[in-house]
């Protein structure tokens, strides 16, 4: 029998595991969507420095494959864990999180290309730094650390900016996502 000081210890503990194995998982299907979609932002970054005229097709062409990359990986992941990570809500709520940047960048903003470059990841970064604050610093370190670089680059890089992106943005995703398997 176990007195009520080790009931509460024993409890806290399994509270304690339980934490660990949600922020595990979270961080593990988070990893292969970070992973994934940096490989195609490097790309994109690396192809729009080559054909810059064509950006906005180039960019158009990244979330097409990043959102059925993102199906994929939550069909195999869901097959596996039984947990669906990406659905139609989710795919609904990225759509007006686009459309929302989409009426700042092409319809009220009035940015200039490379405004417009770097409107895009401080966008997205902010969401991983503030789902950070729910699902882990590893969330808050690549959101912060992806918006410093990237004003870096804004203000210091010039006509190497989009490599420079490929690197920060796309490499640094990769990284995160890397990052975040061994957590």
Do not use: C
């Amino acid at each position: 029998m176990i007195d009520s000081k080790q009931a509460v210890e024993a409890l806290t503990e399994i509270n304690q595991i339980a934490r660990r194995v949600r922020q595990s998982t979270i961080y593990n299907l988070a990893s292969l969507m970070l992973i994934m979609w940096g490989v195609l932002v490097f790309a994109g970054h690396l192809v729009v420095h080559i054909l810059p005229r064509n950006a906005l097709l180039i960019w158009l062409a990244v979330t097409v494959l990043g959102i059925a990359g993102s199906f994929a990986i939550s069909a195999s992941t869901r097959a596996r864990t039984g947990v669906r990570t990406f659905d139609a809500r989710f795919l609904m709520a990225f759509l007006l999180f686009l459309g929302f940047g989409y009426l700042w960048t092409l319809g009220l903003g009035h940015f200039t290309a490379r405004q417009m470059d770097t409107f895009w990841p401080l966008y997205f970064m902010l969401v991983y730094t503030i789902a950070g604050l729910w699902f882990g610093l590893a969330f808050v370190a690549i959101g912060l650390g992806v918006t410093a670089l990237t004003l870096i680059g804004y203000f210091f890089i010039g006509d190497w900016f989009h490599l420079w992106m490929a690197v920060v943005n796309g490499g640094g995703m990769i990284v995160g996502g890397l990052w975040m398997r061994r957590n």
